[in-house]
C-alpha cells in the first residue's frame, strides 16, 4: 500500500507534465513574453534609456493583445492562463509605468512621487480584480462584451506615460515635470477605476464596406510608427482621450435598447 502511493503519485504527475501540447502553451508563452518585457522597461529606465522604456511597454501591449486571441483561435483558453494573464497586467501596465516616472522625474519629490506611483499600482490591481469577477457573471448581457468598466490596463498605461511620450516627441522639459506626471498618474488611475463605459475594441463588429478602410489606416499607422514612433504615439493617445466621452452616450443607447426589447417581450 505504502509503495502504490508514491506511484500512483509520480504517474499523475507525469500524465500532467505530457498532457499539454505545444499549441496549448502558445498563449501562456505570449503572456510570459510580456510580463518580461513591461518588467524590461524598469531596467531601460535604470539605464536612462526611457524610449526603450516606452516602447517595452508598447511592445508588452501588443503581446497582451495577442495571448487572448491565441488563445481563443487554439481553443487553450484555461483558468491558468486567465490568471497568468491579470498577473502581467498588473506587473506590465500597474507597476511598470509607476516605476519609470518614479526614475525619470517623481523621485525628486521624494514621499509624493512614490505616493503617486503608488496609487496607480493600487488602481491597477483593483481594475483587473474587478474585470476579473464581472468577467465571469453569467447573466452579462452580450451587448455588455463591447463595453468595458473603466479604462482598461494598457490604455491606463498609455495614459500614464502620456508625458513621457510627449516629452520624447517633442523635447519639451515642461511634459515631464514631476507635477504633470503625478496628474497623468492619478488621472490614469482614477479612469480604470471608475465605472466611466470605455470602448472594447476587441468585440466591434465592422461592416463590410469599412472593412479594407480600415486596414489601410491600420498599414498607414504602422508606417507612421516605424518612422516617427513618439509623435505617431502621442497621436494614438489623444485620439482615444477623444474617444472617451463617446462610450457612455453608445453605452446608455444600448441599455435603452435593451430595455425597450425586454419591455416588448413582457407584453
Known sequence: MDDQAPRGAAAALKGRLHGH??????????????????????RFALQGRFDLAVGAICIAGILDAMDGRLARLLGAASEFGA??????DFVCFGVAPGVVLYILCLNAWNGFGWAASLFFAVCMGLRLARFNISSRLP???LWSNQFFTGVPAPAGALLAIFPLTLYLAFDVEGFI?????????????????SRLP??????????????????????????????APWPTLSVITLAYIAILPLGPRFFRKHVSSSQEQETHEAH
Open 177 to 193: 515635470y514631476p507635477g504633470v506626471c503625478v496628474i497623468s498618474l492619478v488621472g490614469a488611475g482614477t479612469l480604470m477605476v
Open 83 to 88: 490568471e497568468l494573464d491579470s498577473l502581467s
Open 139 to 141: 447573466d452579462r448581457p
Open 21 to 42: 501540447s505545444l499549441k496549448s502553451i502558445l498563449p501562456n508563452l505570449a503572456t510570459v513574453m510580456a510580463m518580461c518585457v513591461g518588467l524590461s522597461a524598469i
Open 198 to 227: 470605455t470602448f472594447s475594441f476587441k468585440s466591434a463588429s465592422i461592416p463590410r464596406p469599412f472593412i479594407l478602410p480600415l486596414l489601410m489606416g491600420v498599414g498607414l499607422a504602422v508606417v507612421a510608427l516605424l518612422s
